[in-house]
C-alpha cells in the first residue's frame, strides 16, 4: 500500500460511510496515447435558407442576375429614386456574400459573358437534392486521444487532453492508430468536424506523431464492515479526473477485480480473530450509521465530529493528520514511536509541535524518508534499530496508543491492516524510554552546544540573543537525567559560557538598536512634517525597533516611548492645524449660533444631517421666539453657503445600519451619529450643545466637542496656524 499521503486521504474520506473503516492505497498506471494526424477532410454543411432559395430559384431559371435574385427574395439592392426606394447596403452585402460563398462551394457559376450573372451547376444540384454541400480541405491537422486502460476511447479526450503531468513512456505506433476502421468508431465524438454520421469524412490519413502516456492515479481501498464488501476510490487533484476514474472502475469488471486483488496482496494474512477494540469501534460506528437516516446534514456532521471526539480506534492516516484533536497538548511529555517516517508525517509532526510551544517532542523511529538531525526546531530524533515499534504514542502516565492489527476477509481469507488504539495502562515503563532518549541525546547534545557557544558564532541581533538562550533550555528537557548520567558539571559550565555570551550579545543589540534610534532621532525634524504618511511611516520603524527591544534595555525602551509620544503629538498637531477638519453639527448648535458655518475656514468642511435640516425646518415656527428667528437664520445662511461654487457644506443621509444594535433607530440624536459614524475613519468631530450626544458619540469613537470646545480649538487653531506660517517663513529664509 502507498505510504501516509494526507490529501489523498483526505479526498477519500470525503466519500466514506460510518461503517467503513479505510485500508489504504495501491497505485494505478492508467495508459493512454495522444497521435497527431493529417489529412484531407470532406466537410458536409446542411444547406442554408439563402441556399436552398437561390439554387430553388437557378433550378427553374437557367440563369438569374444578382439584381433579379434579389428582387425575388424581397430585398432592397438597387436604388428607385421614382419610387421612393433605395438600396439597403447591409442586405446588399448579406446576398453578395452568400453567392460568393455558394460559387466557393461549386453549387453556382457565374456566366461567362456577364459575371453578375449566375447558373445552377451540376454538383449544385446534387446538393439542393440532398440538402447539404460539400467542401474539401487539404493537410487538415487534428489530434485523438486513446484509452488503452478501459478501451473507451470516445471519452478520452475530454478526460486526457488537459493532463500535463503524464509520463510519456514511448512513442511507438500501435497499428490500431491507423486503422481507419477503428478510428471512425469514435472520431465522431472526438473530432466531429473530421468525422461524423452526417457527412464529414477524411482520406490521405497519415500519422504524424505518438505519445504514448502513463498517467498514475491513486486509488483507496474502503472495508465496509457492516456488509463485509470492499469499495475502490480514485484519488485525485482534479476533481472531474477522479469521477471519471472511479466511474470507469465501477464499469469495468476486470479493473476492479485487478485493483482489489492487487490490494489485497499488499495486506497481511492472519489467522488471528477480531480483537475487542475492533469489534467495539465497528459496533458504535454501526449505530452511529443507524441514527444518520433522516438527519439535516448539519446534523450528520454533527453527529460523526463526537463520534471521532469519543472513539479509541483509528485509522493510521486519521491519527497523524488530527494529531491535535487526539493527543492532549496539556500533557507533560510527548513521545511517538516510528517504524518509519514519510515527509506527510514529519510535515503533521512538526505542525503539532508548533502548537505545544516551550514543550519538545521525542520521536524513535526505525527508518526515514529523508535524512534527520537530531533535533529539528522542537523535535527529538533518536533513531532505534528495535524500539517499542507496537506503540504510536504515549503522552501522560496511564495512557498510550498501540498499534494493533485490523481484520478484514475476502473469499475466506482474514487479511489484516494496522490501525491504532488509545490504551488506558498503568505499567508502561517510561522511565526507561526517558532514560534512552536522555542516553542517546544529552552526550551529542552537550558535544553540539559545546561547539556552538563560541563568541564569534554570534553577532549583537535578537535571533541570536534566543539561540544562545535555546541551546541551554534543550538540555534541560531531561531533568533528572543531567546528574543521574553525570552530565550536571559540564552542563553547569556550559550555563555560565552561556550567561557571559548572552550578556555581551545583549549589550552589543542593545547599543546597536540606541544607535538606530539616534540616527532616527538626528533626521527627523518633527517641526518639518506636514504630512501624516511621514509620522505613520515613523511610527513603523519604531515599532521595528521595538519588536526587538527586551525587557530589561531600559533606554532603549523610554527613547521609544518618548519618541512615540512626540510623533503623537505632532499626529495630532496635523490632524487639528495643517489638514481639512470635517464637523458634524447637532440641530442645537445652529439654535445656539445661527452664524456657526462663518467658523468654518480654510480647507475644513461641515457634514449636514438630513435630520438637522429637518429639524431646523420645524423650529423656524417654534412658540420661542428666538429659537424660531435663529432657526430660519440657520437656514438662510445654510442656503447662501450651499449656493456657493465652492462652498464647504456636504448634504448627507444618515446609514443607520452603522449604528450599533442596543441604540434606537428612530431617535434623532443618533441619526445623527450615524452620519458621523459613516465618517468615523476621516479626520472629524461631532460638535453639539447636548450632553447625551456627547456621551454617545464617546462610546462610539467617534471625537466630539461642546459648542464652547469647539470655539476654543477654532481660536487655538488659528494661533497654531499662524505660528506655523511664521515657521515656515523662518526655515526657508535660512535656505
Known amino acids: 500500500m502507498k505510504l501516509f499521503d494526507s490529501r489523498l486521504y483526505n479526498d477519500v474520506t470525503k466519500v466514506k460511510r460510518p461503517t467503513e473503516i479505510f485500508l489504504g492505497f495501491i497505485q494505478k498506471d492508467w495508459k493512454y496515447s495522444m497521435a497527431d494526424y ?3 477532410c470532406i466537410e458536409s454543411i446542411p444547406l442554408s435558407i439563402f441556399d436552398k432559395a437561390v439554387c430553388g430559384l437557378l433550378n427553374v431559371e437557367s440563369q438569374l442576375s444578382f439584381t433579379q435574385i434579389g428582387d425575388i427574395l424581397g430585398l432592397n439592392i438597387v436604388d428607385d429614386e421614382q419610387n421612393m426606394q433605395y438600396c439597403d447596403h447591409a442586405e446588399e452585402e448579406l446576398l453578395l456574400n452568400a453567392l460568393d460563398e455558394m460559387v466557393e462551394y461549386d453549387m453556382i457559376a457565374r456566366s461567362v459573358f456577364d459575371a453578375s450573372y449566375y447558373r445552377l451547376t451540376e454538383r449544385g444540384k446534387i446538393f439542393l437534392e440532398e440538402g447539404k454541400k460539400l467542401r474539401t480541405r487539404s493537410n487538415v491537422n487534428f489530434r485523438l486521444f486513446f484509452d488503452w486502460t478501459t478501451g473507451l476511447h470516445k471519452d478520452a479526450k475530454k478526460v486526457f487532453e488537459k493532463i500535463e503531468e503524464g509520463k510519456i ?3 511507438d505506433v500501435n497499428p490500431s492508430l491507423t486503422d481507419e476502421s477503428f478510428l471512425k468508431t469514435f472520431m465522431y465524438e472526438q473530432q466531429p468536424d473530421i468525422y461524423n454520421h452526417d457527412g464529414n469524412s477524411f482520406s490521405n490519413l497519415k500519422i504524424k506523431k505518438v505519445q504514448n502516456v502513463v498517467y498514475s492515479i491513486y486509488v483507496g ?30 464499469l469495468n469488471e476486470d479493473i476492479y477485480d485487478s485493483l482489489l486483488k492487487e490490494a489485497l496482496k499488499k495486506c497481511k494474512r492472519v489467522a488471528s ?47 497523524w493528520t488530527n494529531l491535535e484533536n487526539i493527543i492532549d497538548s496539556n500533557a507533560n511529555r510527548f513521545y511517538f514511536f516510528i517504524p518509519f517516517i514519510s515527509s506527510e508525517i514529519l510535515k503533521q509532526l512538526f505542525n503539532y509541535s508548533k502548537g505545544i510551544q516551550n514543550k519538545y517532542v521525542y520521536i524513535t523511529y526505525n527508518d526515514s524518508e529523508s535524512k534527520l538531525d537530531l533535533l529539528i526546531e522542537n523535535v527529538f530524533f533518536l533513531k532505534q ?50 532514560k534512552n532518549f536522555a542516553n542517546a541525546i544529552l552526550p551529542r547534545a552537550i558535544k553540539f552546544v559545546e561547539s556552538e557557544l563560541i563568541p564569534r558564532n554570534f553577532s549583537g541581533n535578537i535571533d541570536d540573543i534566543e539561540r544562545v538562550k535555546w541551546y541551554i533550555s ?16 559540564k552542563i553547569a559550565a556550559l550555563k555560565v559560557r552561556q550567561k557571559k555570551i548572552l550578556n555581551n550579545i545583549k549589550q552589543e543589540h542593545e547599543s546597536s538598536l540606541m544607535n538606530e534610534i539616534k540616527v532616527l532621532v538626528n533626521s527627523t525634524d518633527l517641526s518639518k512634517i506636514r504630512k501624516l504618511d511621514k509620522i505613520y511611516s515613523l511610527h513603523k520603524h519604531l515599532d521595528s525597533i521595538q519588536s526587538e527591544s527586551l525587557e530589561d534595555y531600559q533606554n532603549v525602551n523610554t527613547s521609544i516611548s518618548d519618541l512615540k509620544n512626540a510623533l503623537e503629538q505632532r499626529e495630532r498637531f496635523i490632524k487639528d492645524t495643517l489638514i481639512s477638519k470635517y464637523f458634524v453639527f447637532d440641530t442645537n448648535v445652529f439654535l445656539d449660533d445661527p452664524h456657526i458655518l462663518s467658523k468654518v475656514k480654510y480647507q475644513d468642511y461641515v457634514i449636514l444631517a438630513a435630520r438637522v435640516t429637518e429639524e431646523l425646518n420645524k423650529h423656524k415656527t417654534n412658540k420661542e421666539q428666538t429659537v424660531a428667528k435663529n432657526a430660519q437664520m440657520a437656514i438662510k445662511l445654510i442656503g447662501n453657503e450651499r449656493r456657493k461654487e465652492n462652498g464647504h457644506l456636504i448634504f448627507e443621509r444618515a446609514k443607520l445600519d452603522l449604528l450599533p444594535n442596543e441604540f434606537s433607530r428612530r431617535d434623532a440624536d443618533n441619526m445623527i451619529l450615524a452620519v458621523a459614524l459613516n465618517h468615523q475613519k476621516e479626520n472629524l468631530y461631532l460638535v453639539s450643545s447636548d450632553e447625551g450626544l456627547l456621551q454617545k458619540s464617546l462610546q462610539v469613537k ?34
Not at 221 to 242: G, H, I, K, Q
Request: glycine share 2%; with cysteine; aromatic share 14%.
Open 221 to 250: 481501498l474502503l472495508y465496509d464492515f457492516a456488509e463485509n464488501s470492499y469499495r475502490l476510490v480514485a484519488a485525485d487533484e482534479n476533481s472531474n479526473m477522479a469521477s471519471f476514474f472511479n466511474k470507469s472502475i465501477e
Open 702 to 735: 467617534v471625537p466630539c466637542l461642546s459648542l464652547n470646545e469647539f470655539y476654543s480649538f477654532i481660536e487655538n487653531r488659528e494661533i497654531e496656524r499662524r505660528k506655523d506660517i511664521e515657521e515656515t517663513k523662518r526655515n526657508n529664509s535660512k535656505k
Open 273 to 319: 480473530n477480531k480483537s475487542i477494540e475492533q469489534q467495539e469501534f465497528e459496533e458504535a460506528s454501526i449505530a452511529l450509521a443507524n441514527t444518520i437516516p433522516g438527519k439535516k446534514e448539519s446534523e450528520k456532521q454533527e453527529a460523526v465530529i463526537e463520534f471521532d471526539k469519543s472513539r479509541d480506534l483509528y485509522e493510521i492516516e486519521y491519527f
Open 474 to 489: 534543550m538540555l534541560e528537557q531531561f531533568g533528572s537525567w543531567q546528574d543521574k548520567l553525570g552530565y550536571t558539571s
Open 169 to 171: 513512456v514511448s512513442d
Open 38 to 40: 493529417i489529412a484531407d
Open 385 to 434: 534499530e528495535k524500539e517499542l515499534f507496537s506503540l504510536a504514542c504515549y503522552c501522560a502516565s496511564d495512557l498510550v496508543y498501540e498499534y494493533i492489527d485490523y481484520v478484514h476477509s475476502f473469499e475466506s481469507i482474514s487479511f489484516a491492516t494496522s490501525v491504532i488504539v488509545k490504551k488506558s495502562i498503568s505499567s508502561f515503563d517510561i522511565e526507561q524510554v526517558d
